[in-house]
T-cell receptor, first 113, second 114 residues
């Protein structure tokens, strides 16, 4: 296993369109995290999964955002009716245990025009 | 005031210089992470520490839990060290549990000139 992967790496979409990103964590990791990073800022927590259960959602995650991890392996993050303010880098990380080191994917850069 | 504050925000150094980046936090934490981010977005974990000091090659990280402060030091800096360095803390939920959510500082942009 070569680490956390994310697809696509870049996404350009028009305002109002829906987009979906995928994250494949390291295979034995049962914790998965989504973060969002805007230009010049540090990442911000969006949501967290332990296996298939979504245990925490940030207030940043409006009702246009939904995340799933149906079989406790890969995860998807969907943004409906995208807005220009959604333009950011979306980062996924995984860890083996709650207190363990988090391994980050390369991110998906979203640009909403 | 942010829960995690880093200083400086920008740092320029000449190759070979000793570099220090500081991180202060205002919440109780179970661990502190130092991360490195290169242009293009990829984040690499450098250290995870909850007390004392850790060293890896030319990098040293220290933490003072009582003072809620951590430092990242780079000895004999090199242009390839140029990156954004991010401090992140893992805080406790009410009741003392900690599920791994990280709160990040805004990052320190380091540029090392040859």
């Amino acid at each position: 296993d070569t680490g956390v992967s994310q697809n696509p790496r870049h996404k350009i979409t028009k305002r109002g369109q829906n987009v979906t990103f995928r994250c494949d964590p390291i295979s034995e990791h049962n914790r998965l995290y989504w973060y969002r990073q805007t230009l010049g800022q540090g990442p911000e927590f969006l949501t967290y999964f332990q296996n298939e259960a979504q245990l925490e959602k940030s207030r940043l995650l409006s009702d246009r955002f939904s995340a799933e991890r149906p079989k406790g392996s890969f995860s998807t993050l969907e943004i409906q009716r995208t807005e220009q303010g959604d333009s950011a880098m979306y980062l996924c990380a995984s860890s083996l245990e709650t207190g363990g080191e988090q391994y980050f994917g390369p991110g998906t850069r979203l640009t909403v025009t | 005031k942010n829960e995690v504050e880093q200083s400086p925000q920008n740092l320029t150094a000449q190759e070979g210089e000793f570099i220090t980046i500081n991180c202060s936090y205002s919440v109780g934490i179970s661990a502190l992470h130092w991360l490195q981010q290169h242009p293009g977005g990829g984040i690499v974990s450098l250290f995870m520490l909850s007390s004392g000091k850790k060293k890896h090659g030319r990098l040293i990280a220290t933490i003072n839990i009582q003072e809620k402060h951590s430092s990242l030091h780079i000895t004999a800096s090199h242009p390839r060290d140029s990156a954004v360095y991010i401090c992140a803390v893992r805080s406790y939920l009410t009741g003392g549990t900690s599920y791994g959510k990280l709160t990040f500082g805004q990052g320190t942009i380091l540029t090392v000139h040859p």
